[in-house]
Nanobody, 131 residues
């Protein structure tokens, strides 16, 4: 089990960048056993998986909606996963959540964005894109 805290959200203009952080503030296992994913939920919509990083950091996954604009990374010493969001668009505003699950690679790409695969979730951070 791991307790996750997101930060870095805010209000930005279209085309701008933000970097979100997901910090593991407490866990029953070493951080480097956890795969971590970012999900987002816009008002009136379901939760969408957008990026995932393997426990080792060697493998990354992106949804088509963010591929080429967002970059996920992790620092296992700092127990933190980052989501660098560039070229933000009007369709990106949402509450962004990180989630973790103990999982050793390789992963099945069909399941990395399945909510049921993740045991622990952060409280979310709001991202707003507006001119």
């Amino acid at each position: 089990q791991v307790q996750l805290v997101e930060s870095g959200g805010g209000l930005v203009q279209p085309g701008s960048s933000l970097r979100l952080s997901c910090a593991a503030v407490a866990s029953t296992s070493p951080f480097d056993v956890y795969a971590v994913a970012w999900f987002r939920q816009a008002p009136g919509k379901g939760r969408e998986g957008i990026s995932c990083i393997s426990s080792t950091g060697e493998d990354t996954y992106y949804s088509d909606s963010v591929k080429g604009r967002f970059t996920i990374s992790r620092d296992n010493v700092k127990r933190t996963v980052y989501l660098q969001m560039d070229s933000l668009k009007s369709e990106d505003p949402a509450v962004y959540y990180c989630a973790a699950a103990p999982a050793r690679p390789p992963y099945n790409p069909d399941y990395v964005f399945s909510e049921s695969e993740y045991d622990d979730w952060g409280q979310g951070t709001q991202v707003t894109v507006s001119s």
